[in-house]
């Protein structure tokens, strides 16, 4: 039986989690599968209880974190490579920079049979300096040289890989998109709704916008609150905000809000809640009324596949593998990237105009089957098949 060691940047909540954790619980009984993983951050919510749902084991690398830590990377990396010797795996598939990077040294110095590393995302436009962008390039240009497959998560991505900035080749190059368990997202929503807006003392005639993710710079709620702030101004209805989740900006971001005297109380017709993290995302896109993601890059984002797999209509800037999601004027807005003027005005029209979010509501629902985590289990086996 061939043996899959999968490891993952860190057990937080996201994305490059439920990809990992869906693939090692449902790759079925031909494979033996070890999940390991970092852990998360301090302002990052757990996914523990994901995999402890699951009912899948996984292990806690030690030392392995986000940031970059010489001692404690070495320290991870020994780690991995004792628990590759005692394993033996046929194959070890990495998930995201930093499993990435020490995964991949690590197979190459105990020479595993096949090596491959999931790009959930990257690091080469937005996140920092030019000279610090151009080293994660030259060492991502020599992990791909010990990779024997390389997955893109969206043809966006494949492209930014192979052609822009040439990290690995088109021929090991393969594109397979994310998968969820997205079946939540369609029941009881009516009921799940109520619950919801109940729980944060929400009227039915307010319009509800939400932002879900990690408060943090890549994300740019700056934008989301600024055109907020532009459309409570005109709008004819009252409007609230909700920002799902949590990160190192959530104090900064709530001071802005309450300068401007715009955090929400039951007294005024409009304004932002901050929720926190919450566990049952179904529910905040049950309570919903549109889902705005403002990142300056994404990979895949999840927040807009909850809400279209939801019937929620969405607007979103258009980076990385946002576009292999929304159509825009289909099944929602494109703006260009921190454009304030723009996503202030499609906002603006999403809430005015029922009959718009409806329509595209219900055009969104084509993406559950495009990202279901059966046909990602699907597409997984083929490649590894053809590996071994």
Not at 62 to 76: G, I, N, Y
Not at 258 to 270: I, N
Request: hydrophobic share 40%; with cysteine.
């Amino acid at each position: 039986m061939p043996r899959i060691l999968r490891i993952l940047n860190r057990f937080n909540l996201g994305g490059p989690t439920y990809n990992a954790s869906y693939l090692a619980k449902y790759m079925g009984d031909d494979y033996e599968t070890m999940l390991v993983g970092g852990m998360h951050d301090p302002h990052e919510k757990s996914s523990a209880y994901l995999l402890e749902d699951l009912k899948q084991p996984f292990e806690y690398v030690p030392h392995m974190h986000r940031s970059v830590d010489f001692f404690k990377d070495r320290q991870a990396y020994k780690w991995l490579c004792k628990r590759i010797a005692d394993f033996k795996p046929d194959i070890v598939h990495t998930h995201a920079a930093k499993a990435g990077a020490i995964g991949r040294l690590a197979a190459s110095r105990m020479k595993v049979p096949a090596v491959v590393h999931t790009f959930h995302g990257h690091v080469f436009d937005g996140y920092f300096s030019p000279a610090k962008t151009k080293v994660f390039m030259q060492a991502e240009r020599y992990l791909a040289k010990k990779s024997n497959v390389i997955v893109a998560i969206s043809p966006e991505q494949h492209y930014d890989l192979t052609e822009k900035y040439r990290i690995c080749s088109p021929e090991q190059t393969h594109i397979i998109r994310l998968g969820f368990d997205l079946s939540r997202f369609s029941e009881s929503m009516d009921a799940k709704r109520e619950a919801f807006r109940t729980k944060w003392a929400l009227a039915n005639d307010k319009v509800v916008v939400s932002i879900v993710g990690r408060l943090t710079g890549i994300k740019n709620h700056k934008l989301f609150l600024e055109a907020m702030q532009k459309v409570m101004v005109t709008s004819s209805k009252p409007i609230i905000g909700l920002v799902v989740g949590g990160g190192e900006l959530e104090d900064e971001l709530k001071s802005w809000c309450a300068e401007r005297d715009m955090m929400y109380s039951t007294d005024k017709d409009s304004g932002i809640i901050f929720t926190g993290w919450e566990k049952d995302v179904d529910s905040v896109m049950a309570g919903s009324d549109i889902v705005a993601m403002t990142s300056y890059n994404e990979g895949t984002p999840v927040s807009l596949i909850e809400a279209q797999s939801a019937g929620v209509p969405v607007i979103s800037t258009n980076v990385g593998g946002v576009n292999d999601i929304v159509e825009h004027g289909v099944s929602g807005l494109l703006v260009p990237s921190d454009d304030l003027d723009a996503f202030a005005e499609g906002l603006s029209q999403m809430i005015e105009s029922q009959e718009m979010r409806d329509r595209f509501g219900h055009a969104g629902k084509h993406v559950a089957p495009k990202y279901s985590h059966q046909r990602l289990v699907a597409d997984m086996r083929q490649l590894y098949e053809n590996l071994l």
